[in-house]
Every structure is written in structure tokens, then in C-alpha cells.
């Protein structure tokens, strides 16, 4: 299967902190991307990282890519309450296969 | 702007009723169009994808079946509900073309079969 497992499948911290979340997945890929689900609602799409690119930035997101180890990173920097989520990893070849989720809760 | 459109937002259904869900795309054209399904606190399955009209591919034998009569109406049906069949179930649609094309999810339909 080429789906994505994130790990942890659930992160608590404070605000401010950083949250660090990865996914690994099985086959090789086009790219990978993130996305976040605020509860009972849809899902949004925060970056993409195409298969030959290595790190990737987008505000307070920073994503890492190593195809070596089929892996990726998402970092959430100087985290908010409002950062409260969870948080999806999804690769590419043919079509787009999920991950189970990182549930993230960033106390205030 | 693009925006989509997916309802009900929620359902709750008895066991073998019919079921039809509808999603339409606003602001593309012959859009890629998807839905999925997640269990409680489980990620994404998908269950059908649509590169264009009465084009549908499913991923997974099931007792659910899609059409896609226009353009940017994508449906999700069943003559029989059963109760396996709750879940969240989202649309999404992507632009046609090569890969690196994200997906835009609507907010989802919350179905309950008792």
C-alpha cells in the first residue's frame, strides 16, 4: 500500500511551542502533501512538496522531504490555539492516497 | 473564485433506505471530482474519482455507486443503506491535468445509518 502513517497520532503542547509531525509512506512518489482538518469539517490544503524538492516553507510551516527513507516532516512553528487540528500527510503517483492523521491540541 | 458545494451536512438514514449525496464544483471547468469516506478518527478512503462526465472509477467494492450527470455534479448513491455504511463522507475536486494538483474538500456529509 502506498498509504501515509503519521506519527504521533496525537500531539499536545503549548503555545508557542513547535510541533513537529512525520509521515512515512511505501512507494515512490510524485509529491506529497499536507493537509488539515479542523473537526467535523472538511480538509484544507497547506503545502505540497514535489518528489525533487528536499524542504519546502509557507508562513509558520516548514515541510521536509527524504525519499531515501520515504518520509516527511511537517513543522509548525510558535504554535496557536487555533493550530488545534488534525493534521494529514498524502502522497501521489496515480492518484492521491491519505494517511491516518496527526491530532494536534495546542493549549492556550 | 472556485467554491464547492456538498450537502446535506448531515443524515441520519435507517437501515436499506436509498441514499443520494450531491457535490457541485462552482468557477472550473471539467474538474477532477472525488469522494471519500473517513471513519471516527481514521483517515481518508477513497471511494470513487471522476475525470469527466459519466467517467467513474471505484476504488473499493461497496454498496455505494457514483455518477456524474453534468460537468461539475458529482453524486454518491445507494438503493440499501447498511450500517457499515456511516461515516463522513467528503467531496473534492482538483484541476485536470498532470500530477501536483491539491485537492478542495467540501465540509462533508455526517451519515448515520440506524
Known amino acids: 500500500s502506498q498509504q501515509g502513517e503519521e506519527d504521533p497520532q496525537a500531539l499536545s503542547i503549548q503555545e508557542g511551542e513547535n510541533a513537529t509531525m512525520n509521515c512515512s509512506y511505501k512507494?515512490?512518489?510524485?509529491?506529497l502533501q499536507w493537509y488539515r482538518q479542523n473537526s467535523g469539517r472538511g480538509l484544507v490544503h497547506l503545502i505540497l512538496i514535489r518528489s525533487n524538492e528536499r524542504e519546502k516553507h509557507s508562513g509558520r510551516l516548514r515541510v521536509t522531504l527524504d525519499t531515501s527513507k520515504k518520509s516527511s516532516s511537517l513543522l509548525i512553528t510558535a504554535s496557536r490555539a487555533a493550530d488545534t487540528a488534525s493534521y494529514f500527510c498524502a502522497t501521489e503517483r496515480h492518484k492521491l492516497i491519505f494517511g491516518t492523521g496527526t491530532r494536534l491540541q495546542v493549549f492556550p | 473564485s472556485q467554491t464547492i458545494h456538498q450537502w446535506p451536512a448531515t443524515l441520519v438514514q435507517p437501515v436499506g433506505s436509498p441514499l443520494s449525496l450531491e457535490c457541485t464544483v462552482e468557477?472550473?471547468?471539467?474538474?477532477?471530482l472525488y469522494w471519500y469516506r473517513q471513519a471516527a478518527g481514521r483517515g481518508l478512503q477513497l471511494l470513487f474519482y471522476s475525470v469527466g462526465i459519466g467517467q467513474i472509477s471505484s476504488e473499493v467494492p461497496q454498496n455505494l455507486s457514483a455518477s456524474r450527470p453534468q460537468d461539475r455534479q458529482f453524486i454518491l448513491s445507494s438503493k440499501k443503506l447498511l450500517l457499515s455504511d456511516s461515516g463522513f463522507y467528503l467531496c473534492?475536486?482538483?484541476?485536470?491535468?498532470?500530477?501536483?494538483?491539491?485537492?478542495?474538500f467540501g465540509n462533508g456529509t455526517r451519515l448515520t445509518v440506524t
Open positions: 512507494t515512490s512518489i510524485n509529491n
Open positions: 468557477g472550473t471547468s471539467n474538474p477532477n
Open positions: 473534492a475536486w482538483s484541476h485536470r491535468g498532470p500530477d501536483n494538483s491539491p485537492l478542495h
